[in-house]
């Protein structure tokens, strides 16, 4: 059998409805190869940056994306996959609000998503893929057998992200993280690649005020169909 029938579950959502979680403890509880796409964006923003591409050189994004050398490595639970650019670890430094922001812009451009779209599929290999994304259901893996469509409410995200950056020391205004997130939603819900969106045939999980274990066991529910 070849690798483009190997099983795969695909988690899209908005950032913060703790698509990250999930699917590494979906990976985790299954065994199986873990995607985050949405890393492959922050990682093409962050090595233009430091390669001094502007994030609107579409010809030189283009190469960028196409070149990147990226692997994930799973961690402890309750931590991100450890994302390793050109064997330096940069799990951090992608996860900082400038660079979702930059990487938001660089979604935009449809050149650099089908640069990026077969280095994805790519990740795809037995036993099985979880893939954590935006447009895994509806672009990358459309014939997936499971999908799921994880949201919270802007405010909730908002609220976990706060958290989450005092916690790492960082001083942040909670009405200053709402703004930007409903910014960011706006812009990838109406853009013209690939917007944001549950699949025809996703299951749609709502997490606000739900434990991460209540998540979990309904994603869980779900991977059964994959």
């Known amino acids: 059998m070849s690798q483009e029938q190997a099983p795969v579950i695909t988690v899209d959502g908005p950032g913060g409805s703790g698509k990250g979680t999930v699917t590494q403890m979906l ?64 799990t951090s430094e992608i996860r900082t609000e400038t660079c979702g922001d930059n990487a938001s812009k660089v979604a935009v451009i449809q ?30 893996f459309p014939n997936a057998p499971a999908k799921i469509f994880l949201t919270a409410s802007a405010e909730e995200r908002a609220r976990r992200r706060y958290n989450q950056l005092k916690e790492a020391g960082v001083d942040v205004n909670i009405d200053a993280l709402l703004e930007e997130i409903r910014v960011r939603d706006e812009r990838d819900m109406n853009r013209s690649a690939a917007p944001l969106k549950p699949a025809d045939d996703a299951q749609v999980i709502d997490s606000t005020g739900l434990s991460i274990k209540e998540v979990l066991d309904r994603c869980m529910a779900v991977a059964g169909q994959a």
């Open 111 to 140: 050149s650099v998503r089908d640069a990026l779209l077969q280095r994805q599929r790519d990740f795809r290999q037995y036993p099985g893929l979880v893939a954590d994304g935006r447009d895994m259901g509806t672009v990358v």
């Open 27 to 90: 990976a985790r509880e299954l065994g199986w190869h873990l995607l985050d796409s949405g890393a492959l964006y922050r990682l093409t923003a962050l090595a233009a940056m430091r390669q001094g591409v502007a994030l609107d050189n579409e010809s030189e994004l283009v190469k960028v994306a196409a070149s990147l050398d990226v692997s994930f490595e799973p961690t402890p639970p309750g931590e991100p996959a450890r994302v390793i650019l050109a064997g330096e670890d940069v």
